[in-house]
Each structure stands twice: as structure tokens, then as C-alpha cells.
């Protein structure tokens, strides 16, 4: 590699694929700053996509364009930029680096047939980057490494690479190797050699960017020593992923192996996910027309990432559940596409990037939308025929017309107004269902309000279409609370679904605080006299009854029981009593929450023949039980939550100390897989409101939880003291 011509593609024209095999689909993959956005640039620019360093034609760029992006100075949402080398479709996918944002990393992968990670010379690879490359080895997806940020100061590529062997490589250091070393220019004033060009451990060939073009040429004595002695560990590595056996005992007889065998082993391995090769780029910089190490990385991607066709045929199922054959890349099959990115347009409405697996999606046809498995998220099963609309080809904000995408390509498509993200498209003859892919749980809580009467009358469309959009958002009407929430992955993913709701869909909310469902139980057994007796002209109002209240065990609700003897209270009024008390309990006795797990038994009562009446008794009963509260010990119950912490082994510890400053109650440990231990501890709903962003901080961004409601139980009395206190407030 690193000796092959190329092709640039044509700016300003849809990239099409007649082909699967002419295409490859790649994600981009690390940290929040480690350089994807600027390396896709450069990417666009080399292959000559854009006139300029991520310009396209019309001054846009090609990647970060969403105006919150642009706010924020950071990726928020997936981005897709095709780009052509050499013949070859490459659908490049670059991804948020901020957790928050893991519902877009979750569908680049998805959509992706290779990924690409990017890790800052400067800043080294995060925890999340290192659970990210665990995921993609576990089910075989290629991968490969490229090393940004070769012009910061204490940058050292070197070091880098021994890095990514150790931790990209743990299992089989030989495995992540570079192809390439730097080349460095002279010492600036403050020390530092700037990175000019590429010594070719393969071809030994010297490749310099310093005049903004890339010019080969033949190494001299001292960069040839420094290719020899790291290209026999290179050789070595592809050598031992060779499927010619052969191979190694002919290497270490001294024979020479010839550079096709060894550069045809290498794009098999890789293609395989089997050899992880380390390449390094940087951006251009002005006036230049290729950034460093771009040309040998559009080379990697086009010779040794798969094609669609080397991907495993994909498991569908029709609507109701029952069996159908898998499906191939085939553009002549059953039609299967997925959408794995929805989003709003304000002059063309919903846009819908799908990636399609089998078949051809053709523009103006009708197909078959079927959605299922995310109900608890929000997003009700659902199975409709919709007209494809405009087929069109992002790049930036621009939409370039297609019309037809083929198995293996993606494309957007316009107007498919129930179509959500994650939903499958097929024929309308043959209606088929992709499984959805895992998502993290949301498990941040924001509770909001309208701002006004006229946000209130668009609040439910508007968050209806955002969560649509973003299947890692939940949206719940809580009963008990009766507050609207938006359970979220972090605060910057609340941010950017209210900047959202503000500005795509004129809804202007207010956050409020989150609250838990408390309830409220008699600690000790007590009595009340309900009596309500009034007389206003005409028929006046009586009903006087007497209840026993006693607690119940935990989960037994309210039991009413009727001991009246003697008809003081007339059967007919019976019920009215209950509903009086039922009422009340739901309203609460002391600090306003639902008043659960006690009998209360009417006892006695008086009636009148003529005032005596439905309302009065039910008034009557409502007066009884509170005043049996005002004389007893009412206790609060909070709802306690079962949480599955799963972290590093080193943050055991901190997890656990964490959770006991929680109120916490540690039940057990195991190992969830080498390396990460699971803690299970059950812990008050209330202490873990902002969970979700403190374990990223106590573990560095590495651990993960889930939690399930088990029971309410007593708040401690101080904290119970507190909560009463800011009932009273009205907080």
C-alpha cells in the first residue's frame, strides 16, 4: 500500500454504485476532540470532493454543517459523507465522540461494514474508545487505526503506536501494527520536528507532503536503516494471518517475499478483522491539496475494508414475529433497508438515511415501514405503506437527486412521514422486520413544562417528531408524579433535545425538578371522626362517620372494610364513605403524595333522613382520614431502585464508596466479562436523579448501569423532615 495510483471523484455530482463490490461503508470512531471531523474533511479534499479544506460547493462544510453544531463547536449527530478514490464509493459515517451522543456512534456501527479509529497522538484513547473497539472485535468488524494531531507539540507517534498495540492489541500484540513511520522536517523553535511525510514499510518508499502534493521517492541510508527494522515486525504480523501456511517458514529461510503477496495478505486480514494496521494523517494546510497520509488511508479503506457482500447475510422476520429466510447483498432480492437516522428538514419535513442490505430502493416506489421492539421508548409497533419520496445523497446541507440505491449503499430519503429511526423498509408484497440494534438505556431524567398556552398546544407533536428521531430518548407521561420527562443519556443530550424542540419545532419548554414517586403509609394504628354538618336553607348537608386506620404490609394498597352495625350508616352510603377515603388517600394525608398499604375500617356513622346524602358522606370520609393522620405517625416511602453497576476492576472500589455515600446497599459482586466486575446494590430512586453524569466522572467514562424498580420503603425520618418541609414550601 502506498504505491497504488488513485482517482480522485468529481466534486458536485451524486456518487453513485452500480455494484456492491464497488462499495465500502466505514464509521469513524474515538473521543470528543480527537480530529474525525477534521480527518473527513480531509478525506473529502484529497479525494476531491470539495474545492477546498471541507468546503463544498456552495461554501458549506461537509461535516459538523447542523446549526447547533455550529453553536456548540462539536458533533452532536451522525454524519455521512461519500466520497470516491479510485473507482470505489466509500460512504464515510462520522459519529459524535461525546458519550451523549452514543445513539449515533450506535447507528454509524450499524450501518457501517468497517470502522475506523481515530485517537489523538496528543490525547491518547479514553475508556470509551477502548469499550468501543471491545464491541466491534466482538462480533469480527474490521478494523483499523489512525493517529491525528501529528502537529501538536508533545505529540509522538511512536509512543502511539506502542499505545495502541498495548491496548487495542491486548490479545494479540502482532496484530496492531503500523504500516507506516514519520517522516519528520526541522526542529521549529520551540523544538518540536513537524511530521513532512511517510516512510512505506511495505513498498520502502519515502512519501513527502511537505510541498502540499504528495511526491514519492526512493529512501536514503539513514531512513531505510529505520524502515528495515520496523518493516520484519510488520511482515511478521501479516505473515502469521496468511492463509498460506507456507509462507512463514519461506520468510524465515531468508526467501524475499514478494510486495503483491504481502500487500494481498495484508487487505484479507484486515478485511477479515483479523489485523488492525496503524496509519497516521493530518489536515492540509493552506494552499495544500492533500493532507499527509490521506492518499495511503483511501487506499486502506478501498483495498483492505470489506465490500458489502462480504458482510453476514442479515436475520429479518416478518411483521408478526414468524420465520424468514435471511437476506444477502443482492440488488435483485427481497428489498430490505434500514433507517438508522431520522431528522427534520424545515422545507422538505422528515428525511430518513437508510442503508440497504438487500435489494434496490427506488425513488417514487411504494414500500412497506414496519417499526417494532421500542415501545418502552416511546415508539408505539407500527406497519404502514409509504411513497418514497426524493432519493438524494447527502454531502453537507446539500441533497444530491439519485435515483435508485442498491444493497450495500445509503441514501436519504424524503417524506416518509411514520418512518422512525431503526424502522425497516421492504416491499409492500413482502413486508419483512430487521430486529432493532441495542441502545443504551436513557437514564437521565428531565422533567418540562410549556413555557406558555401556545407552546402547550405544539409540546406533544414537538416531542412526538424529537423522539422519533433519537431512539436513545424516552419519553414518559408519569402517573404518579404527573410530569412530563425526558429520560436522556447526559446533559448535553438534554440540551440539544430542548435547543431542538426550540428551534426545528417552535416549543419553548422550561425545565422543572425531576420528581419521585413518594408515597405515604400510617406508622401506627389510628382513629378519625369525619363529621360534616351544614345547614343552609333547603336541604342542608349531614354525614358523620367514624374510621379505624391501621398499616398493612408493603405492596397491599388500600383495604377498605365495613363493620357498621345497626345501619347507623345507611348501606346505600357505604360506598360513598369509601369513595370519600379513596379520594383523600390519593391526595395524601401530609405532605401530598398518594397514601398507600393501610385498612381502613368504617366502624360507625350517623346519618339524617332527609340531608343525608352521597357528597356529605363522601366529605364526611375524607374528614376521617385526616384527622386519623393528624393524630398519627405518618411515614414517607421512597422507591427504592435494584442498580447494576458494570465498570472496570480498578473502579470497583470508587463504585462502591460511591454508592454507600448514597444511601446505597451493596448485595453482590461477579464479573460480567474479564476485566469488568458488576456491582448490584439497591439504593433510593432520589439519590440517583443525576446518576448517570456522576458514574461517567467516578469511572472515567467507562461504566455502565441499569436500574429497576423493587419496592418502596421508610425514608429515613431527617430526610422525610426535609421533604415535608419543601411541601409546605410549595417547591
Request: hydrophobic content about 40%; glycine content about 10%; aromatic content about 4%.
Amino acid at each position: 500500500m502506498g504505491a497504488t495510483s488513485h482517482q480522485a471523484g468529481a466534486a458536485g455530482r451524486a456518487l453513485t454504485a452500480d455494484r456492491p463490490s464497488s462499495i465500502r461503508n466505514v464509521v469513524l470512531v474515538g473521543h470528543s476532540g480527537s480530529g474525525k471531523t477534521t480527518l473527513v474533511e480531509a478525506l473529502a479534499l484529497t479525494a476531491g470532493a470539495v474545492n477546498r479544506a471541507g468546503r463544498v460547493e456552495d461554501g458549506a462544510t461537509v461535516s459538523d454543517y447542523d446549526e447547533i453544531e455550529h453553536r456548540r463547536q462539536r458533533s452532536v449527530q451522525l454524519s455521512l459523507v461519500p466520497v470516491e478514490w479510485g473507482g470505489i464509493k466509500i460512504n464515510i459515517l462520522d459519529t459524535p465522540g461525546y458519550a451523549d451522543f452514543v445513539g449515533e456512534l450506535r447507528a454509524g456501527l450499524r450501518a457501517a461494514d468497517a470502522a475506523l479509529f481515530v485517537v489523538s497522538a496528543s490525547d491518547g484513547i479514553d475508556g470509551a474508545t477502548r469499550m468501543v473497539w471491545d464491541e466491534c472485535e466482538a462480533v469480527g468488524m474490521p478494523r483499523a487505526i489512525v493517529v491525528t494531531h501529528l502537529e501538536a507539540a508533545r505529540s509522538d507517534y511512536t509512543q502511539m503506536t506502542t499505545v495502541c498495540g498495548e491496548i487495542f492489541g491486548a490479545d494479540d500484540p502482532d496484530a496492531v501494527v503500523p504500516l507506516y513511520l514519520p517522516l519528520h522536517g526541522p526542529p521549529g523553535p520551540d523544538g518540536h520536528a513537524p511530521v513532512t511525510g511517510l516512510l512505506g514499510l511495505l513498498s520502502r518508499r519515502v512519501y513527502e507532503y511537505a510541498s502540499g502534493e504528495r511526491v514519492e521517492r526512493d529512501p536514503d541510508t539513514a531512513e531505510l536503516a529505520l524502515i528495515t527494522d520496523a518493516r520484519a515486525r510488520l511482515i511478521e504480523g501479516i505473515i502469521a494471518e496468511s492463509e498460506d501456511e507456507s509462507l512463514m517458514d519461506r520468510y524465515l529461510g531468508g526467501e524475499e517475499i514478494d510486495l503483491k503477496t504481502l500487500v494481498d495478505d495484508l487487505e484479507r486480514a484486515v478485511a477479515r478483522g483479523t489485523f488492525h494496521p496503524v496509519l497516521m494523517a493530518a489536515p492540509a494546510t493552506d494552499g495544500a491539496r492533500q493532507g499527509l497520509g490521506t492518499v495511503e488511508l483511501l487506499e486502506l479503506v478501498t483495498g483492505g475494508f470489506p465490500t458489502p457482500l462480504e458482510r453476514a447475510a442479515v436475520t429479518v422476520t416478518r411483521p408478526d414475529g414468524s420465520a424468514r429466510p435471511d437476506v444477502t447483498c443482492d440488488p435483485d432480492g427481497s428489498l430490505v433497508a434500514e433507517v438508522v437516522k431520522t431528522s427534520s428538514d424545515p422545507y422538505v419535513g422528515r428525511v430518513s438515511l437508510v442503508r440497504v442490505f438487500s435489494g434496490t430502493l427506488k425513488a417514487e416506489d411504494t414500500v412497506h415501514v414496519s417499526g417494532h421492539g421500542l415501545a418502552d421508548r416511546g415508539h408505539e409497533d407500527h406497519d404502514v405503506d409509504e411513497r418514497v419520496g426524493t432519493l438524494s445523497s447527502p454531502f453537507g446541507k446539500q441533497q444530491r437527486v439519485l435515483t435508485r440505491c442498491i444493497a450495500g449503499d445509503l441514501a436519504c430519503v424524503a417524506k416518509l412521514t411514520r418512518a422512525e429511526t431503526g424502522d425497516t423498509l421492504s416491499a409492500k408484497d413482502d413486508p419483512l422486520l430487521m430486529a432493532p440494534w441495542t441502545m443504551p438505556d436513557p437514564l437521565l431524567p428531565l422533567a418540562i413544562e410549556a413555557h406558555s398556552k401556545a407552546d402547550e398546544d405544539k409540546l406533544s407533536q414537538g416531542l412526538a417528531r424529537l423522539v422519533a428521531e433519537d431512539p436513545t430518548m424516552r419519553l414518559e407521561q408519569n402517573p404518579h408524579t404527573h410530569q412530563v420527562v425526558l429520560w436522556c443519556l447526559g446533559e448535553a443530550h438534554q440540551d440539544v433535545a430542548l435547543e431542538r424542540l426550540r428551534t426545528r419545532y417552535g416549543v419553548q419548554v422550561d425545565p422543572v425538578p425531576h420528581k419521585v414517586s413518594l408515597r405515604e403509609t400510617f406508622g401506627a394504628k389510628a382513629a378519625g371522626r369525619g363529621r360534616h354538618v351544614k345547614q343552609s336553607g333547603g336541604h342542608g348537608q349531614f354525614a358523620i362517620c367514624e374510621i379505624e386506620v391501621e398499616p398493612l404490609p408493603p405492596g397491599s394498597g388500600i383495604e377498605f372494610v365495613d363493620k357498621v352495625v345497626g345501619g347507623s350508616v345507611p348501606r346505600q352510603f357505604i360506598p360513598s364513605v369509601e369513595k370519600g377515603v379513596r379520594t383523600q388517600a390519593a391526595r395524601g394525608v401530609a405532605a401530598g403524595y398518594p397514601l398507600v398499604d393501610v385498612r381502613i375500617t368504617l366502624l360507625d356513622g350517623k346519618a339524617h333522613s332527609v340531608d343525608s346524602s352521597d357528597a356529605a358522606f363522601q366529605t364526611a370520609g375524607a374528614l376521617a382520614l385526616r384527622e386519623a393522620a393528624a393524630e398519627a405517625r405518618i411515614d414517607l416511602l421512597e422507591p427504592v431502585a435494584e442498580l447494576a453497576v458494570v465498570v472496570p476492576d480498578e473502579y470497583v472500589g470508587p463504585v462502591m464508596s460511591d454508592l454507600a455515600g448514597r444511601r446505597g446497599r451493596v448485595v453482590g459482586t461477579d464479573q460480567a466479562t474479564p476485566g469488568r466486575t458488576r456491582v448490584r446494590a439497591e439504593i433510593p430512586e432520589i439519590e440517583i436523579g443525576r446518576y448517570a453524569v456522576e458514574l461517567r466522572s467516578v469511572s472515567h467514562g467507562t461504566g455502565r448501569f441499569a436500574r429497576a424498580y423493587a419496592r418502596h420503603e421508610p425514608m429515613p425520618p431527617q430526610i422525610a423532615e426535609k421533604v415535608r418541609e419543601q411541601a409546605e414550601k410549595g417547591t
